[in-house]
């Protein structure tokens, strides 16, 4: 048993490290989604953020979008020359995609000061990556409404997944305790 345990011992080790920070931040993350009243349709502040910046960015491409809290749901309307395109939900603010990634950083360790400064680098980029998704599948929605399976359900999950494995695989083979030196 204790040669098992010997030889699988770095494969556990990224498990416990792994499930046991996945479980602490969502259950973090579930404590910040509790502040917020979803009886009053209330969205979280990284939704807000989130709707806020990609419509920015949407008009930047020289659009005439706007977004408006919905009165149905914890969400945003995105709007494109008054049509309504898109909406935002919790699920697009990209937090839980940000769990997945740090936790995976935290299961192939490496150094502490380097752990936490490329968690920090990978949450900022995985951010303006799904701020740019999100504008982008809203100009994508408006200008090809006919794709909209395709675009929301396929392209743009590979993007910021895409990002989220290149960035895993950069921390493997770079930067964590199993990369080559």
Not at 132 to 146: D, V
Request: glycine share 6%; charged share 15%; with cysteine.
């Amino acid at each position: 048993m204790f040669e098992l345990i010997k030889q699988y011992k770095p494969f556990l080790i990224f498990l416990l490290g792994f499930f046991g920070s996945y479980l602490i931040l969502v259950g973090l993350y579930k404590v910040y989604l509790s502040q917020y009243d979803v009886s009053k349709f209330e969205p979280d502040g990284m939704t807000t953020v989130v709707s806020e910046q990609a419509n920015w960015l949407t008009n930047l491409f020289g659009e005439r979008s706007r977004i408006e809290q919905s009165a149905l749901e914890p969400a945003y309307n995105a709007f494109i020359n008054q049509k309504q395109v898109a909406r935002i939900i919790e699920g697009c603010n990209a937090l839980s995609v940000m769990i997945l990634f740090s936790s995976f950083i935290i299961g192939f360790r490496g150094p502490i000061k380097n752990t936490l400064l490329y968690i920090l680098f990978g949450v900022f980029l995985i951010h303006i990556f799904n701020v740019l998704r999100i504008s982008l599948i809203t100009l994508g929605l408006f200008y090809f409404p006919e794709h909209r399976k395709l675009l929301h359900d396929y392209l743009f999950p590979l993007f910021i997944y895409g990002v989220v494995f290149l960035l895993w695989l950069l921390w493997v083979n770079k930067f964590s305790y199993h990369a080559k030196k």
